[in-house]
């Protein structure tokens, strides 16, 4: 794939705060999200993947590199690695400035020249740990990049205010938040129907 209109990083929070069961239901409802047929649809042909894991410094992993969909298959064997994701990083705290420098390492690489990048940031807790979140967001969005945010409420309710104020950034930025992990699936397949679409200009 030369070109693509969309490359995506789905960043997902592997920290202590989220339990092994709920790490399964974020990677069950990722997986389910990503073959939503609409999601499936506006996905398939013209996007390239990849899967970051992450929580506290130094605690960063590549789960799936660059995977460009060009088939319904493509997207398939994705959103399978989605739902089986190991959980290889140590589940410590919650580095969200490290985690958006990993993304941006990881965008810097794609095989492809996207019209678009969006790093999908998906956690249930603030950056407290490593460097500071805001800082690195502001580079990003400068270089065009959007970071959009999903936010989990059940332990920290005011989440969706520091996502707004050291997350989220670049063109079209956007946070959605859902009450539980019971609510993820929804919460996830509405957020990307939106990236798909793109900003409204």
């Given at each position: 794939m030369d070109h693509a209109e969309l490359a995506m990083v789905l960043a997902v929070d592997g920290s202590a705060s989220v339990t092994y069961d709920e790490f399964g239901l974020i990677a069950g409802g990722m997986a389910a999200a990503l073959r939503d047929p609409t999601v499936a649809a506006g996905l398939t042909g013209n996007s390239a993947?990849?899967?970051?894991?992450?929580?506290?410094?130094?605690?960063?992993?590549?789960?799936?590199?660059?995977?460009?969909?060009?088939?319904?298959?493509?997207?398939?064997?994705?959103?399978?690695?989605?739902?089986?994701?190991?959980?290889?990083?140590?589940?410590?705290?919650?580095a969200i400035g490290e985690a958006l420098l990993a993304?941006?390492?990881?965008?810097?690489?794609?095989?492809?020249?996207?019209?678009?990048?969006?790093v999908n940031v998906i956690g249930d807790g603030r950056s407290n740990d490593g460097i500071a979140p805001g800082p690195i967001r502001d580079?990003?969005?400068?270089?065009?990049?959007?970071?959009?945010?999903?936010?989990?409420?059940?332990e920290e309710p005011d989440l969706l205010a520091s996502y707004t104020d050291e997350v989220i950034?670049?063109?079209?930025?956007?946070?959605?938040?859902?009450?539980?992990y019971k609510d993820f699936t929804e919460a996830m397949r509405q957020k990307l129907t939106r990236e798909i679409k793109g900003p409204i200009v």
């Open positions: 993947l990849s899967l970051l894991l992450w929580s506290g410094t130094g605690q960063q992993d590549i789960i799936t590199g660059w995977t460009s969909i060009a088939t319904a298959a493509d997207l398939t064997a994705f959103a399978d690695g989605v739902e089986n994701m190991p959980r290889t990083v140590k589940a410590g705290s919650t993304a941006l390492t990881l965008l810097a690489q794609v095989p492809t020249v996207p019209k678009r990048n969006i580079r990003m969005a400068a270089a065009d990049i959007t970071i959009n945010g999903l936010c989990i409420l059940h950034g670049g063109p079209g930025a956007f946070a959605v938040t859902c009450r539980d």
